[in-house]
């Protein structure tokens, strides 16, 4: 059906523990990613048989597949924790799609595995159906990121404080899924070998012209800092940017209680955990860096002499400022459809402006194509002020079309279409997921889906939802 070459499995004793997803009552497909599927060479008929949604629910194991659970550790909340690793995943294996390309295919929610400590290895429809059409908006917006290619409901019950729950299964596709916890894991157990041969995967699956360790350092820093430069320019707050939650693909990965703002404010969070706002939107850069200076750690040992390995360390980490910087500055210019130096007093002014009088992210940016951003700002002639020296840089409608989405999931909509899916009924979702899948696109009939909440709709909380 799929044909698996599972690398990770081949790794060395202590990277993972062999373990086959735990079969559920009542398997039921959900949501199938049809584009994904054709992307990585994927028959979806076949997926959508019933022996594709028994291995997409964890109930048969396909030939070829060798289901890992990964070791991995861990800051979080700025913690060291020396092991997390899959505790409700399992990689079931690698596919390799028509092109060449190698991707992860993991169930997420697929029952307890030797990392699960007190969890049940479980996850509800509610997490998997809010990281399916984030990751895919993501996606679509060219931002790296862990696809989704399917949701399968188990028929089963999870138990969470809201009580019972529906429990589900998400079919997750990545570059890979190692992260900086997965480095740090090994580095903390003195593991050079491990180190090593783990820098040595890394380098040969996703940057294979990295001359050796520092090399990979220097890239993977620049690799995060694009990808958090999009992050902001999209108004996306991942939510819990620990190291086990940072790939050293470059992308975006664990989506557990990240949202889009509504309102702009630079100190926005909406996780329920994130009490001192660690991870706020305006904090991403920094706490990017945080995390690489993690990265950089542990491959010092690999380095040759010590002293010598930690200035080049350093300094590769501190290498992040300059290319997010650039990013930030090449995406936001975009979004106002100017390029070059100029612009970052300009974006700054708007940014302000903005946050003074809460206007919304996207709508702003959408509406400066169609005249309709003025409208989002109580002080309207202070943004007439802005948009004359704007306009004098005459915009490019082209670079703005593609840089801005005229919509987003935002938080209401899709906890909307999560209470309807709960209720038996999936039309919601598959519309908004449509909407938000094609995000350039100015269709009429969802133009509900670009308005704002109304007051009694705004989320103001995200739980991460395990
Ligand atoms: P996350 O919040 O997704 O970054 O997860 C942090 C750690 O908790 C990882 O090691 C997860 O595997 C583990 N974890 C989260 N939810 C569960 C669960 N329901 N059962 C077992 N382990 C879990
Ligand atoms: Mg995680």
Redesign the pocket.
């Known amino acids: 059906m799929i044909h698996f070459d599972n690398s990770y499995a081949r790794m060395p004793q202590g990277f993972f523990a062999r373990v086959d997803p735990t079969p559920v009552a009542q398997p039921r497909l959900l949501a199938l990613n049809t584009a994904l599927a054709g992307r990585l060479g994927l028959d979806t008929g076949t997926l959508q048989s019933a022996e594709g949604v028994a291995m997409l629910a964890g109930n048969a194991v396909p030939e070829g597949a060798e289901p890992i659970a990964q070791a991995y550790a861990g800051h979080q909340f700025g913690g060291f924790v020396p092991q997390?690793?899959?505790?409700?995943?399992v990689l079931l294996g690698e596919v390799v799609a028509p092109d060449g390309a190698r991707f992860d295919l993991q169930l997420k929610g697929s029952g307890?595995t030797p990392?699960?400590?007190r969890?049940?290895?479980?996850?509800w429809l509610g997490p998997v159906l809010r990281e399916y059409i984030v990751s895919e908006f993501m996606a679509a917006m060219d931002v790296p990121t862990t696809r989704a290619l399917a949701a399968v409901a188990t028929g089963e019950q999870v138990w969470r404080d809201q009580g019972g729950l529906p429990g589900a299964v998400l079919t997750r596709v990545a570059a890979s899924h190692i992260r900086v916890g997965t480095f740090q894991y090994f580095a903390v157990r003195d593991r050079k070998d491990a180190l090593q041969a783990l820098t040595d995967h890394v380098i040969a699956r996703h940057y294979p012209d990295a001359t050796g360790p520092l090399d990979l350092l220097n890239r993977v820093v620049a690799r995060q800092a694009r990808t958090i430069a999009q992050w902001m320019s999209l108004g996306f707050i991942h939510g819990?940017m620990?190291t086990?939650?940072m790939a050293v693909s470059g992308e975006t990965i664990?989506y557990?209680p990240c949202a889009f703002m509504d309102v702009y404010h630079p100190d926005t969070v909406f996780s329920s955990i994130d009490r001192a706002g660690r991870y706020a939107w305006a904090n991403q850069p920094q706490i990017a860096v945080w995390n690489l200076a993690q990265f950089a750690t542990c491959l010092i040992p690999l380095m040759g002499d010590e002293a010598e390995a930690i200035e080049a360390a350093t300094k590769a980490v501190h290498g992040f400022a300059p290319v997010y910087q650039a990013a930030w500055q090449q995406r936001f210019g975009a979004k106002l459809g100017i390029e070059g130096a100029p612009n970052q007093a300009l974006i700054e002014r708007l940014l302000d402006l903005m946050a003074q009088q809460r206007a919304d992210f996207t709508r702003v940016f959408a509406g400066l194509s169609d005249g309709t951003a003025r409208d989002e700002f109580t002080d309207r002639e202070a943004f007439d002020v802005w948009a004359r020296d704007w306009q004098a840089l005459r915009p490019d409608q082209d670079a703005m079309a593609q840089a801005n989405p005229r919509r987003i999931p935002r938080n209401h909509q899709v906890e909307g279409t999560i209470a309807a899916a709960v209720a038996g009924d999936m039309a919601p979702f598959e519309r908004l997921f449509d909407a938000v899948t094609h995000p350039r696109e100015d269709r009429p009939d969802w133009a509900d889906l670009a308005r704002p909440p109304l007051p009694d709709q705004v989320v103001h909380q995200t739980f991460?939802g395990?």
């Open positions: 997390l690793g899959d505790g409700r995943a307890p990392f699960s400590r969890g049940d290895g479980r996850a819990v620990n086990d939650n664990d557990g991460c395990t």
